[in-house]
């Protein structure tokens, strides 16, 4: 049976499926053979056999990046708009909205700086405290157990936590939030309900404190000099905390599981944090939170490493499978320490705007560091090959990680207290 769409692109005649069992069950083979086959800019199918390219080229992902008046962010332009069901799986990441994701030029210089500015004004070493805070109440609800799943007791519960608190969010709230935001970005049946009740907090957070500024991150997005609206920084306040949210969780798991079953990491299970800072770059290589996203569409008809691209297609930003580009993949581990030129937060002008990477960076470093100091002969329950990868063509994340541990009594903190900037 022949598909409609795919007879309209020529190319994606004998294009590669980046859906189903295959891509799940080893991405990193697939990234290959896809790049032995059809060489840096892929054609693909999503789910219902939408065609789309994927860049798995380490240069060509550079060059998407840095061409924002080339490739815009603006999903409007998508030339198959037309042809896509409601029910679409990756819709959510695709669907416009009047946010920082979504805005080009001018708007998103504006809006990118406040968001900047604002992380800006985050003091690293109180942000450090505010974690080791959160850790610690959280190790202390399993630490007598003598055993712990650091998914879904640990890692998917930090980042929204942290920010949430940055935000100015009352204590009170802070429970449900962390529970709406997790099934927001987990994309299931209950994302939808789950995102509006999120959206209420904010806008009720962005007038409480319209009315009453504090310290914090919200206020100094509203009284930053670009004017922004209240429904703007609505709009990029969730979009901080969602895109901070299931990444964050991933990238904290993920390291957390490197170390746990790769020889070169189990000195710092030994003996403390020295390789924790390493870990966390080598997942970015190796095995980023997030492994592609839909997110780029011609302005106009162009070529790119011998592909035609006419204007309005969809561009898959193949972020894991360009920091596996053997042109540029530090050959070892030992070697990628120091090696921070992976694409895990994008690149250029719609990329993750300075500084989130390096308080993402803070986050993640502390909750290691402190259950590692917390829990030091913490190892799996069950051997490597059984731990399973979420099945996810976008994100790279665990379902779960057991581990077992001597039990150690709690801190005895209680419940975290508010903080302000």
Avoid at 17 to 42: F, T
Avoid at 175 to 202: C, H, I, N, W
Avoid at 344 to 362: D, K, M, N, R, V
Avoid at 380 to 397: F, I, T, Y
Wanted: with cysteine; charged share 25%.
């Amino acid at each position: 049976m022949t598909n409609p769409l795919v007879d309209g692109y020529p190319d994606h005649v004998d294009a590669m499926r980046l859906y189903g069992p295959e891509i799940h069950a080893d991405p990193a083979a697939v990234y290959e053979e896809m790049r032995r086959k059809h060489g840096p800019i892929v054609p693909v199918l999503l789910d219902d056999d939408i065609p789309a390219w994927l860049v798995v080229g380490y240069r060509e992902l550079h060059h998407v990046t840095s061409q924002p008046q080339l490739f815009g962010r603006d999903s409007r332009r998508w030339n198959l708009w037309d042809h896509i069901p409601e029910n679409w799986p990756a819709r959510a990441f695709v669907s416009w909205q009047p946010s920082l994701v979504f805005t080009e030029g001018a708007e998103r210089k504006l809006r990118g700086g406040a968001i900047g500015d604002a992380l800006d004004t985050v003091d690293r070493i109180e942000l450090n405290m505010i974690c080791e805070r959160v850790a610690d109440r959280l190790i202390d609800e399993f630490s007598g157990n003598g055993r712990a799943d650091l998914i879904s007791q640990y890692a998917h519960r930090i980042p929204a936590e942290v920010v949430t608190r940055l935000y100015g969010l009352p204590e009170s709230e802070l429970p449900e939030l962390v529970k709406d935001a997790y099934l927001v970005t987990d994309a299931g049946e209950e994302s939808f309900p789950a995102g509006l009740r999120v959206m209420e907090q904010v806008t009720r957070l962005v007038a409480a404190k319209r009315a009453r500024p504090g310290r914090d991150l919200t206020s100094h997005l509203l009284a930053h000099a670009a004017g922004l609206s209240d429904e703007q920084i609505v709009q990029d306040l969730m979009v901080l905390m969602l895109a901070s949210h299931s990444p964050g969780s991933n990238w904290i798991g993920n390291t957390l599981r490197l170390m746990l079953v790769d020889d070169h990491f189990s000195v710092t299970l030994q003996g403390g944090r020295s390789s924790v800072g390493e870990a966390l770059n080598e997942v970015l290589w190796r095995d980023p939170p997030s492994q592609a996203m839909p997110s780029r569409w011609p302005v106009r008809d162009c070529d790119v490493a011998g592909r035609r691209l006419r204007k309005g297609d969809l561009l898959v930003l193949g972020f894991a499978a360009a920091n596996a580009d053997p042109q540029v993949r530090p050959a070892a581990p030992a070697h990628s320490g120091a090696n921070r030129a992976h694409m895990s937060f994008s690149h250029g002008e719609y990329g993750c705007p300075f500084p989130a990477p390096e308080l993402a960076e803070i986050i993640a470093k502390t909750a290691i560091e402190v259950l590692l100091d917390r829990l030091p002969d913490v190892h799996l329950a069950v051997e490597p090959e059984e731990l399973r990868w979420r099945p996810s063509v976008w994100a790279r994340g665990l379902e779960s990680l057991p581990v077992l541990f001597s039990p150690a009594g709690p801190m005895g903190q209680g419940p975290a207290e508010r903080w302000e900037l």
